[in-house]
């Protein structure tokens, strides 16, 4: 164990010669997707069963390309998929509130709406020249002339009657009048006065005879009248019917199997009827205190708003929402401003995300969805009812009185694809009862895959396909293999490889640059080193700075030496997409006490719960190690020196043991090394994260101090595969200068860095605790003796 | 320019929608003619006279029993009528910028109408105003007015106004000459829409008619519509009046072709106004 790695441990080249080109011009466009076979066979799943509630959520770290696997996938199922329908909403003419849906074949909702435009065009043509005819105006006059014949019968029959008994019948101001007359003038009172009694009696008997009969009449007037306008009306009918019936007749054969389309229709034409005025006079647009409201609102009632059409693409729809808002989500009714007050009408509802896809497939970020208020909500009640219903938030919670428009719902048919990671995917899963009904298929994308020779040639060719579809130079073979050795070091694995095309592709990108730099028609292994080295440098400030403070010694790290109690530990550091790690100075002490072991960074609240963890386990394993059968008479403290932030993980808990045994067994700790590596009950060494960043956090102080040849990091062994270190570190083990030791318990770890054998150290522990022992013992009795004295 | 001759015209008021139309036309016409307008309201005596009697009712639309008139309660209701034909005439006159005056007299109407009648050049009046306002009978005061006045005439039906085409019937009389300069000046201004009617007549005549019409119109550039009726009757007049969709017609009072009785009978079955020119 005390053998360091070999340089070829250290780094797993890609071997060029497993490659049959010469550059990636001589490879084929990759078809497939690359290492996501589980996720594919989930997404085949899920999009082929025809169920409620298997709706799909892709999960997976983003830079896999989900998006752009999820939207090849689709794109070419839904090539293969019927067209989905056309929806339009139309004015409900016995219920305006209330707008009724119309279900089209794809493509059709453009052409009824056309339609419909041209039969108001139409009927506002035909239905002024049918009233316009002589013969409808003759027919008018026909019923004009009998109600005038009736009525003036009725009082020509009064007036003749009257004037039988010399009385006539005379208009007054306000009405008539029945008065006697001689000589054509009306008899004066003095005339009348000399008649006789019984001739007076008499003619006033028969004016109020006449009275009555004239009553009879006046009150049988407004019946005539009523009557004369029910005929006008049932002749306008029969004009409408005989000038536009056929009109619409037309319209109802085309569109022959829709139903719903056939009752509109009759429902146009008996409004129609109903408002023929709107087309017997051309409508002026409205106007209030000199403010147009619009124009022609009469004949806006018939026009056909076309929420959804698939007039310009064949195949179901596939709708990408970047913007998953509610109202984009289940459609809106928008509004319009008219003198202050805000007005709606069927026209103004405006399809939602779910609308467009309805028959096809909605892609959602998952993410976007949750960031808007109640859309997520919005999409769990439209998938869970299986229809669209358009509503206001404020209408839902109640927040306006005023009446909007209720449109009739549309009937949904949608596979729902949401796109996010595993954390919200699990947090969904767990708390939101909904989401596990709703979407039952998950398509987990992997970020792994293993790297053998053949997944390597596919790489090769997933590169090649990136660099064709960016329009970017062939990269040589040499080039391909550094992408691929990089896509392992972001795997953190020298035997796998990462699929985050993303970063892959961005890699791509920028080599093509640098070799565009030196005018490099084909991108070189050292352009791609170069893109990567740019990168970093890119994003290194914060580590040049921690370099600088230990360098100059405001932070305290040794590099040679050695020390008791004293350990270099090794820390990441995780700065947006970039990590890096850099020593940390970890130091115990040990004194008489009851066998607790103090993790300062707990106590004062820097430390996280693994870290404790790692901690309290260090501290089972001195118990059992060193005090089986006797009481551990130790107080001993741990702590990171110089830390001030928070600490997590158990990476550093083999290093926090090695400092303690250091400190009981009073071994000094060689300076030289820095160790990494958790440690369980038994003191064997578990893996880690981020290693390769360690090593080379540690390296680059090292090598700014100067390489002795006696610096190196030690690492658990099972981490010894994830080693894909940087060159320089390589280049500087190749030459002894640098070493990485692997061990697998901590009497190995102990023995490299004290440079004694573990038993010699477990032994000198061991009598230390006796020691301590001892020392407790002794202070117990003089403390159980003064007591005596005392009583 | 007016060479109608036309330059007082007496317009016959009550308080009934067919005379507030009236009103209108005659504004119409004395802007267009630069006429003189007389509004002239009548308080009948027939209606004073009933007001007087014990017994008189006066029957009314929405109630049963009518109501009781009294004299006084007539003379309110006169006096009333008169201040809102008054107030009526003055707005129209100013917003037409016309010279206008309101006279009230007391009497029988068709009497005291005739007798004013003779200072002026026409008198406008409703067909029927004393029944029922969409009738298409002739009323009596209309009927005694035709019989009895000398000045030209105008008749109108409930609702009719001054339109274009004009027709006239022309037979050669000084009197329908001057009917047919009247129709010139009516049909002027908007296509000189105008339609010449002639009797029935022989060959010669008409030829004779055409020229005398093509004399008069020719100056004024007006290139009038023809006509010649198959048959003298008000029936033949009136249906050549619909098909050229004629809104005036114009006539003279006596020809040799249309007795009284005819141009009656015309106007009572007319649906556009008639002018009867003396």
Not at chain 2, 169 to 175: E, I, M, N, T, V
């Amino acid at each position: 164990m005390t053998t360091p790695l070999k340089p070829e441990q250290l780094y797993t080249y890609c071997d060029t010669t497993q490659f049959e080109f010469e550059t990636t011009d001589q490879l084929a466009e990759l078809k497939e997707i690359i290492g996501q076979d589980r996720a594919l066979q989930a997404l085949h799943f899920g999009i082929g069963i025809q169920q409620q509630g298997y709706n799909l959520y892709v999960l997976g770290p983003s830079g896999l390309g989900k998006h752009t696997v999820v939207r090849e996938y689709l794109k070419e199922q839904a090539a293969h998929s019927a067209a989905g329908a056309d929806w339009c909403y139309v004015n409900n003419f016995a219920k305006p509130q209330e707008p009724i849906a119309i279900r089209l074949e794809s493509g059709q909702a453009p052409q009824f709406r056309q339609d419909m435009l041209q039969l108001v065009e139409d009927l506002r043509s035909a239905i002024p020249s049918a009233f316009e005819a002589e013969e409808y105006n003759a027919r008018v006059q026909e019923i004009e002339n009998e109600l005038k014949e009736t009525m003036e019968t009725s009082f020509n029959q009064l007036a003749e009657e009257a004037e039988s008994h010399n009385i006539t019948l005379i208009r007054t101001p306000h009405g008539f009048a029945f008065a006697p007359v001689r000589d054509k003038e009306v008899v004066s009172q003095k005339e009348f006065e000399k008649l006789p009694k019984q001739d007076q009696q008499h003619i006033q008997e028969v004016i109020a005879s006449l009275e009555d009969k004239l009553a009879a009449v006046l009150r049988q007037q407004p019946q005539w009248q009523r009557e004369a306008r029910n005929k006008v009306k049932s002749l306008n009918q029969e004009v409408v019917m005989f000038a536009a019936g056929h009109l619409i007749d037309e319209l109802k054969n085309k569109y022959l199997p829709n139903k719903i389309i056939q009752k509109y229709l009759d429902d146009v034409l008996q409004d129609v009827i109903n408002n023929l005025d709107d087309f017997q006079h051309e409508e002026e647009p409205r106007e209030v205190m000199g403010m147009k409201l619009g124009e022609k609102a009469s004949f806006r009632r018939y026009t056909v708003n076309v929420l959804v059409s698939h007039a310009d693409h064949d195949g179901a729809p596939v709708v990408f929402t970047d913007m998953p808002t509610y109202p984009n989500l289940v459609g809106a009714v928008e509004h319009t401003a008219q003198m202050g007050t805000l007005v709606t009408d069927f026209t103004l509802i405006k399809a939602g995300a779910l609308h467009k896809a309805n028959g096809g497939y909605l892609v959602i970020d998952i993410i976007k969805l949750l960031q808007q208020p109640y859309a997520w909500e919005g999409l769990k009640r439209a998938l869970s009812s299986r229809e669209i219903k358009i509503q206001s938030l404020a209408q839902i919670y109640s927040l306006i009185s005023t009446v909007s428009l209720e449109p009739e719902a549309i009937p949904l048919d949608i596979k729902v694809v949401l796109i996010g990671d595993r954390m919200l995917y699990y947090l969904l899963h767990e708390y939101d009862p909904e989401f596990k009904q709703l979407f039952k298929v998950a398509a987990d994308f992997d970020d792994r895959l293993p790297r053998n020779d053949e997944n390597q040639t596919i790489y090769a060719q997933l590169i090649a396909t990136l660099l064709r579809r960016n329009k970017l130079r062939p990269f040589d073979r040499g080039a391909v293999a550094r992408v691929i050795e990089h896509s392992a070091r972001l795997a953190d694995d020298a035997e796998k490889l990462s699929t985050e095309i993303l970063n892959v592709a961005d890699l791509l990108r920028e080599a093509d640059h640098w070799a565009a730099q030196t005018k490099h028609p084909v991108v070189h292994r050292e352009d791609v080193q170069k893109a990567l080295d740019a990168q970093v440098h890119r994003q290194d400030r914060i580590r040049e700075h921690l370099y600088e403070q230990i360098t100059r010694g405001t932070l305290m790290i040794d590099t040679g030496g050695a020390k008791v109690g004293q350990v270099n530990g090794l820390a990441v550091l995780q700065l947006g997409d970039f990590a890096f790690a850099t020593p940390s100075r970890i130091t115990a002490t040990a004194r008489l006490g009851e066998g607790e072991v103090i993790d300062i960074e707990r106590e004062v609240e820097l430390g996280g719960a693994t870290h404790s963890k790692g901690v309290f386990i260090l501290s089972a394993y001195l118990g059992q190690r060193y005090a089986g059968n006797r009481p551990l008479s130790l107080s001993a403290s741990l702590t990171f020196e110089q830390s001030y932030g928070y600490i997590e993980g158990d990476s550093a808990s083999m290093a926090e043991l090695c400092a303690l045994l250091s400190v009981l067994a009073e071994v000094p700790i060689k300076q030289n090394l820095a160790i990494t590596g958790s440690v369980n009950q038994r003191g064997e060494a578990q893996a880690i994260g981020g290693v390769n960043e360690k090593i080379e956090g540690f390296f680059d102080i090292c090598q700014v101090r100067s390489l002795t040849g006696q610096q190196g990091v030690l690492i658990p062994a099972s981490n010894m595969k994830h080693l894909m270190l940087r060159h320089d570190v390589v280049a500087a083990c190749e030459q002894n200068q640098f070493a990485i030791y692997v061990y697998e318990h901590v009497d190995d770890a102990i023995a490299l860095l004290t440079g004694e054998t573990a038993e010699a150290i477990n032994e000198k522990v061991a009598n230390r605790l006796a020691e301590l022992e001892k020392y407790r013992e002794e202070f117990s009795k003089a403390a159980r003796g003064t007591g005596e004295e005392n009583e | 320019m007016n060479n109608t001759g036309i330059k007082r015209i007496l317009v016959a008021l009550d308080a009934s929608e067919a005379n507030r139309g009236a009103l209108r036309v005659a504004t119409l016409l004395a802007n267009q003619l630069h006429a003189e307008l007389h509004a002239l309201f009548v308080e009948d005596t027939n209606l004073l006279r009933l007001a007087e009697l014990p017994f008189a009712r006066e029957m009314m639309y929405g109630s049963r029993e009518g109501r009781r008139i009294t004299s006084a309660n007539m003379e309110r209701q006169m006096a009333a009528q008169a201040t809102r034909l008054r107030q009526l005439v003055e707005a129209a006159a100013q917003q037409n910028q016309i010279k206008a005056d309101f006279r009230i007299l007391r009497g029988q109407i068709s009497h005291e109408l005739c007798l004013a009648a003779q200072q002026m050049d026409l008198l406008i009046l409703g067909k029927s105003t004393q029944l029922l306002q969409q009738s298409l009978k002739l009323g009596k005061v209309a009927q005694d007015v035709l019989a009895a006045a000398n000045s030209n005439l105008l008749l109108l039906q409930y609702g009719a106004s001054i339109e274009r085409p004009v027709a006239v019937l022309f037979d050669g009389s000084d009197a329908s000459q001057r009917a047919l300069e009247f129709a010139t000046q009516l049909a002027h201004g908007d296509h000189d829409q105008l339609t010449v009617i002639y009797p029935a007549v022989d060959t010669k005549r008409l030829q004779e008619l055409q020229q005398q019409v093509e004399n008069l119109t020719h100056p004024l550039g007006i290139d009038a519509s023809q006509i010649s009726l198959s048959s003298n009757t008000s029936d033949a007049l009136l249906q050549a009046t619909t098909h050229y969709n004629s809104r005036v017609l114009v006539v003279e009072a006596m020809t040799n072709d249309f007795n009284p009785e005819h141009i009656k009978t015309l106007i009572q079955q007319s649906h556009i106004p008639v002018i009867v020119m003396r």
